[in-house]
Every structure is written in C-alpha cells, then in structure tokens.
C-alpha cells in the first residue's frame, strides 16, 4: 500500500523529471516552487552543471546612464528626477573613453524618458560612441526608450529599430519587463508599455539580428504565481526567437520609492528559489542565469551560484539606478575581486563579452 510519504515522493520524482525533460508547465512550476527548498536547489544546480559546467562568467562593462529626467511615473523608481542632469555627448565620450581604459568591452547605456527625445538623438549617442571606439559594443536602450523614440519620432517601432542598428547597436538590455502581467503593470507601473507591446519589441529585436537580454523585477507585489507567468512567457519567446543572450534576476529594492511603502519585504531564501526556479524552467532554453551583485549584495550574489546561477553580469564602474534605491554595495568591482568571489564559491572564472563569447 502507498503511504503518503510515498506519494509526496513520487510526485516529486515526476516534477523532476518533467522538469529535466523540459515539460513543466504552470501548475508543475508552481508545484516546484514549493517543494522543500533543498530538493529545487539541487536540481537546479545539477541543471546549472549539465547545462553550463563549472565556469562562472562577467563582462568589464560600464553602466552610462544618459538622463535621470523622465516623463514616467513607475512607482518603482527611485532614479527619476535625482539630480535632473543630461550628460552632453561629450560627457558620454568620456565615460566611454574611461570605460575603454579600464579594459571594458561593453557600455550599457540606459536613461529617462525626455519628452523632446527622438530616434536622431538616441542614434547621436549610439554613433558618437562608435566613431571614437569601433570595438566598444554598445548594448543600450530598453524596449520602453525604443517606444518612447518611435512615438517621440512618429515612427514605427520596427524602423527605430532598424535605424538604430544601422547605426551601431549591438545589443539591447531587456528592461522594462519588471513583470510581464498587466494585472502588475496596471500598478507598479501603468504608463509603461503593455506586456504584449514589450514582447512586440523584443521579438522585431531579435528579427533585426539585435540580441537582447531578458530580466524580472521581482519581490514587491507580484504572487509566485506572477512570477512563473513572467518566466513562462520568456520561455516562450525563446523557443520563437532564440534572441535572447541571458535571464537576468533584478531583485526589487525598496528605498526611496512609492512602490518600497507597500511591497513585502523579500527575504534570502525566496531570493534563491526564485534564481532555482528560473534555472529550472529555462533549463535548455537561455542557458545564462545571471544574478546582480548590485541589488543581491556580493555574499548573496556569491551564495547563487551554488542554486542554479552561472553569471555575475558586469564590473559595471558606475551605478546611479541600484544605489538610489538603497544598494549598498558600491558600484564597481575590479575583475580581481569578481574573480575571488568566484573562486571562493569553488567555481571557475571567466571573462566574457557581451555575447558571451570568452575573452
Ligand atoms: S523606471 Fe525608467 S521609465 Fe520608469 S520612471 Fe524610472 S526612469 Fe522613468
């Protein structure tokens, strides 16, 4: 006779094995969500091993944060309106030329929405760079600033960004997802593109030939439910596209914005079964699970790679959106001290580009 211990495991056992063979769907996810901690960290970190092996990437990049001007209200944002500064294109030449000097591969440049801000202008930033530094891959604008630019220059958002392409643009960060469930949006941030309008972009992206990453906002007032949904739909859209370069976890930080006065608080272990989990349901979909230092803090972030992740993301030498938000970690961190936290969670090293190609 079966005991209900018996059962317990076995359908365990079958969520495991579903999970390996790239089955789980909504209710298997949510049903993995909450089985002892232990048994998801395990599998996904087996996932990790199977998927990736035992070396953990970074890319020397530096974070350009062009504007905190925004005409967006996201309650989330803890950036907007700090100082109410507009880098020049000369100050943004500099940043890069810092950037280079420091051995960066990358520069990630992000900003605010400005009202009067239109394609030729996002396209300046992007040629500017490109002129002074060809090698430097430039991976900028969410699919929020490739809408904003679209409307702002009465364009489609399919011209923007082949425009910006031709122009220079490696890749695109996959921000502004936050949570990719409208019943969310409406709340954390209703005047942002629509779920479907972001996977819109995302994927013309990806037909371009621009690469992009995808991310979760998560630990405010989202359910776990929320969250397999988020993740699920990034699943989906990988198996179309194939675009995407990495999953990238963003831990939602709650200093110094609307969103922090009502959003639980998040705690370790959820932090490390929702890196397990996403581990888990992209395994042999995105095989890059990146944790951010930044927001994480380096002892948790060091503590992931042990639960599923493979990635650290970037040096970054400047970080204004993270630290506004009450990260306490500093904004950069030399590829020694990447390197040892590394080597301390027993894994290997190793310098990537933005594509994930070792260099
Ligand atoms: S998150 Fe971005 S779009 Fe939203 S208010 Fe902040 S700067 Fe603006």
């Not at 923007?160 to 220079?168: D, F, I, S």
């Amino acid at each position: 006779m079966q005991t209900k211990m018996d059962l317990k495991k076995s359908e365990t056992e079958e969520l495991i094995d579903k999970a390996w063979q790239g089955r789980l769907e909504r209710d298997d996810a949510i049903a993995l969500y909450n089985i002892d901690p232990i048994t998801l960290f395990r599998l996904a970190d087996s996932m990790r091993k199977r998927a990736v092996g035992d070396y953990v990437t970074y890319v020397v990049n530096r974070n350009i944060n062009f504007t905190d001007i925004c005409i967006g209200d996201c309650a989330f944002c803890s950036f907007r309106y700090n100082e109410g500064y507009i880098l020049s294109i000369d100050e943004i030449l500099k940043k890069a030329e810092e950037a280079v000097e420091r051995g960066a591969t990358e520069v990630c440049i992000q900003g605010g929405l400005l009202d009067n801000m239109k394609l030729e202008d996002y396209k300046m930033i992007v040629t500017s760079i490109k002129d002074r530094f060809p090698s430097l891959h430039i991976h900028a604008f969410s699919p929020m600033e490739v809408y904003h630019a679209a409307k702002t220059s009465k364009m489609d958002f399919r011209d923007v960004l082949k425009e910006l392409k031709k122009a220079g643009l490696g890749s695109m960060p996959g921000t502004a997802a936050e949570i990719l469930v409208d019943s969310v949006r409406s709340k954390i941030c209703p005047h942002k593109l629509s779920s479907d309008e972001w996977e819109d972009v995302i994927k013309e992206a990806h037909r371009c030939g621009i690469p992009t990453t995808s991310t979760i906002m998560y630990g405010h007032i989202e359910s776990i439910e929320d969250r397999i949904d988020h993740i699920l739909r990034i699943r989906r859209i990988q198996k179309e596209t194939g675009g995407f370069t990495e999953f990238v976890l963003l831990p939602f930080m709650n200093k110094n914005n609307a969103l922090g006065k009502i959003a639980g608080r998040r705690c370790g272990v959820d932090d490390m079964k929702t890196h397990a989990i996403s581990r888990v349901l992209l395994y042999n979909v995105i095989n890059n699970i990146q944790a951010s230092w930044v927001k994480l803090g380096l002892n948790m972030a060091q503590i992931s790679l042990l639960f599923g992740v493979n990635d650290l993301g970037g040096t970054l030498m400047e970080e204004k959106i993270s630290k506004s938000s009450g990260s306490k970690v500093g904004e950069y961190l030399s590829p020694d001290d990447i390197e040892e936290l590394i080597l301390k969670a027993g894994r290997i090293p190793r310098r990537r580009d933005t594509l994930y190609l070792l260099v």
